[in-house]
């Protein structure tokens, strides 16, 4: 028999708390309903925050198209990955987001984490690397994931992660219950 998965660790606020207050109605991200029974469903707080890629990367995950998913009466919670992109806008909206979760204004949601996408190549700045970390401490857990030149022309093949990756994919299946668990098969030769 298997060893079952090691959940990453939290690395932040765990659960919404009473007390945050809610971002303005400018700030907030809409809602829609979930449809269909998707394993993970990565937000983007921002356009160009790297929804598209990130599902593809994760294979069974989907778009939520920059909405929070709202699961219909009796479904589970969506599971949701918020993405953004390294740079002060990306990580502004990704505060803005883990805020609006913390306030306890969201639909009913199984927030995972932040996931934060190089916005360049190279170091961050001082200032963003310490933001980044802020914001990151919003969220149950957060990861890092850095440039990928070839992303600028080809979008990833579903499944086709380089080595780099392999940490976050294992943590996000370590995630997923294993009676819905994230078919990753072309990447299992990356989590071995």
């Not at 219909?72 to 953004?84: H, I, Q």
């Amino acid at each position: 028999m298997p060893a079952a998965p090691v959940l990453p660790s939290r690395t932040g606020v765990a659960a919404p708390l009473a007390g945050v207050p809610e971002p303005d109605a400018a700030d907030r991200l809409p809602w829609s309903t979930a449809s269909g029974s998707r394993v993970v469903w990565v937000l983007g707080t921002h356009g160009g925050a790297g929804e598209t890629t990130l599902a593809r990367v994760l294979d069974d995950a989907t778009e939520a198209n920059h909405h929070w998913p709202s699961a219909p009466n009796e479904a589970p919670p969506p599971r949701v990955l918020l993405t953004c992109r390294t740079s002060m806008t990306g990580l502004l909206s990704a505060q803005h987001a883990v805020t609006e979760w913390a306030s306890g204004t969201t639909p009913a949601i199984e927030l995972l984490g932040l996931v934060m996408t190089a916005d360049a190549p190279g170091k961050l700045p001082a200032p963003l690397r310490d933001f980044s970390s802020i914001v990151a401490g919003g969220a149950p857990r957060a990861w890092y994931l850095p440039w990928v030149p070839s992303w600028r022309i080809h979008a990833p093949e579903p499944g086709s992660a380089s080595r780099r990756f392999a940490p976050f994919i294992r943590d996000v299946r370590a995630l997923t219950p294993p009676d819905h668990p994230l078919p990753l098969t072309l990447t299992e030769g990356l989590l071995q």
